[in-house]
């Protein structure tokens, strides 16, 4: 898990969000109610969840 922890924009915490919208997110579950449920009201903070893209796998197989 390599997300930021703060928001770049508004610098409020959304790196503790990341695996609980991730895995209700791959049950097929709208983003809209995950962000409701847990409280990210901004479209800064849902910027940062929406956007990321989990490379650090990826990366590593070109470690060496």
Excluded: N, Q, W
């Amino acid at each position: 898990m390599m997300i930021p922890v703060r928001c770049f924009s508004c610098g409020k915490v959304v790196g503790e969000y990341y695996e609980e919208f991730e895995k209700r997110t791959s049950k097929g579950e709208p983003a809209e109610k995950i962000f409701k449920d847990l409280g990210i009201e901004r479209y800064c903070c849902r910027r940062m969840l929406l956007s990321h893209v989990d490379l650090i796998d990826d990366i590593i197989k070109y470690s060496k």
